[in-house]
């Protein structure tokens, strides 16, 4: 943004305090225009757009519709096979301890290791996505991948696996029928077409916005009374209007032409001529300083906490299901113990698709009752479904286990609901974090993840040697409590006074990154 840009900002600030009595702490915003304060909006005239765009169309903030969901697809699915294999080896593990001669115990740190690695990576992969850019980073990623699973596939130790990244829903089923190796394979094929894809398909979405100067906007003519002006003028007397000049329309609501019409340049955001951004370079340290510091925030530390224990929800499910599935009372082979997986991706694809629609309604909801302005606490409310969804899928899987249950029962209502709060509660949690805090939101990501990973690292260790020991309830219900009882308590002490936790860190550094 601008130095221009940033004081007219602050005065519209400044104007909106006074005025109506708003305290804009960092985090909140004003999404509607009020009175001589107009803001560039989207295809609904009354939302203002955060962060502002320029009239720039490689600007993936004006990229169109195509472009950003190509993205996002593509990103999401080298996601998707990058991290949901750290789970696959559960369904194999009977085969792993026979053929490595190793305990159950053993072949659960493999899952542990590997979720270790994917969240103290993150203190490597973010400094060199602000020295390369987040396109190169995530091809050279993608290739070690392919490489890790062909180690794999080739292993002749289970130390190999320290690191595999496969699935688990069809490791069970390949394992079953042609052998665990041939898994590993499957993850080097479907691993080498997403990164073809994302090499045509993923360009650079790194931006400094400040690169390129808005130096004319165009308004949409539907929305502008300045081009249905010009409409009406000889085209040699239409004139090119400075962002700095442009005056409202009649309703209030500017809008960029080029706003959901841009694309990705080919020799800047999909060239291959990777440079170091020596811009950058002096960054580095705050890469690293920032997590720590932002870990003790009282909002950030919550939505980490969210992440961290509702995620781990799915790893305790994940670590038992082979010992409990595989046990004289359901007596499932390894290929029907990946198969229960499908209840946790359904739940997941659910709770994916609600969370964050519901919590942006209630949200906006909430938003237009305050008179425009949003404060970031108006999404916690989104917790209270998905909460109770929490409660009734972890208790049912627990004592489903413990009680020897129908199958049905445990995986379609146990393992179903939890697979919905395993992507709702984060959602949400992680939302509002970065909702107060903009300006990290990469960092807020590398603590959530670090938070996440730690922990269930941890419970690699003691799963299931207390199931052994106390039953399959046990464990379950230490990640229920706290997966549950984190929104409720800590949910409800920020509902009332999470701004004034956010107006303790004001004057932090942090919001001038």
């Keep these: 943004m601008s130095v221009d840009a940033e004081k007219h900002f602050a005065s519209v600030a400044d104007e909106v305090q006074n005025r109506f009595h708003v305290d804009l702490v960092p985090g909140t915003e004003i999404l509607t225009d009020l009175n001589e304060a107009h803001f560039i909006h989207g295809g609904r005239g009354d939302i203002v757009l955060v962060p502002q765009p320029n009239n720039d169309p490689h600007n993936p ?46 072949v659960g ?27 190169p980073v995530a091809l050279v990623c993608s290739i070690i991948v392919i490489g890790a699973s062909i180690w794999e596939a080739l292993a002749t130790s289970w130390i190999y696996f320290m690191g595999a990244w496969v699935g688990p829903i069809v490791s069970g089923t390949v394992a079953d029928h042609i052998g665990w190796r041939w898994f590993f394979w499957l993850a080097v094929i479907l691993q080498g077409a997403i990164t073809v894809a994302m090499f045509f398909f993923f360009p650079e979405t790194k931006y400094n916005q400040e690169t390129i100067m808005p130096s004319e906007v165009v308004y949409d003519e539907e929305r502008s009374d300045i081009q249905q002006k010009d409409e009406t003028s000889p085209p040699q007397q239409k004139q090119e209007i400075s ?29 291959l001529n990777w ?10 340290p705050r890469d690293f300083v920032t997590p720590i510091e932002i870990a003790s925030y009282p909002v950030i530390a919550f939505g980490s906490c969210c992440v961290g224990f509702a995620a781990n929800s799915l790893l305790v499910l994940n670590l038992l299901e082979s010992p409990a599935f595989s046990s004289a009372v359901y ?10 997986n499908f209840a946790l991706m359904g739940g997941g694809i659910f709770g994916l698709a609600t969370a964050g629609p519901l919590s942006d309604w209630i949200s906006m909801k909430l938003t237009k009752r305050n008179g425009g302005i949003r404060e970031p606490e108006m999404r916690l409310l989104t917790f209270i479904p998905f909460v109770i969804l929490a409660f009734l899928g972890l208790l049912i899987a627990g004592l489903g286990w413990e009680h020897n249950w129908a199958w049905p029962v445990v995986v379609v209502l146990g393992f179903g609901f939890t697979g919905v709060i395993v992507m709702a509660i984060p959602t949400i949690g992680l939302t509002y974090a970065v909702d107060s805090y903009k300006p990290v939101a990469g960092q807020i990501m590398v603590v959530a993840t670090v938070v996440k990973n730690t922990f269930g690292f941890g419970m690699t260790y003691f799963v299931n040697d207390m199931a052994v020991e106390h039953g399959y309830i046990a464990p379950v219900m230490v990640l ?9 308590v800590f949910g409800t002490m920020l509902w009332f ?17």
């Design 61 to 106: 903030l004006n990229w169109s519709r195509f472009w950003k969901y190509t993205t996002l697809i593509v990103c999401s699915i080298n996601m998707f096979l990058g991290n949901f294999s750290s789970l696959s080896i559960a369904p194999m593990t009977p085969i792993f301890v026979e053929y490595f001669h190793t305990s159950v115990s053993k």
């Design 109 to 135: 740190l493999l899952t542990g290791s590997c979720v270790l690695a994917l969240g103290y990576a993150n203190f490597i992969i973010i400094p060199c996505t602000r020295l390369f850019g987040r396109r």
């Design 275 to 284: 440079r170091v951004d020596r811009a950058q370079i002096r960054f580095l």
């Design 480 to 488: 229920l409590g706290f997966t549950v009882g984190i929104p409720i």
């Design 331 to 340: 007596n499932f082979s390894p290929a029907s113990v990946g198969y229960v």
């Design 497 to 513: 006074w999470g701004k004034s936790a956010r107006r303790l860190t004001r004057n932090s550094k942090v919001h001038t990154f």
């Design 243 to 271: 962002h700095e000049e442009i005056t409202a329309a009649d309703n209030g609501v500017q809008h960029l032409a080029v706003l959901g019409k841009g694309y990705p340049s080919k020799m800047q955001q999909f060239g």
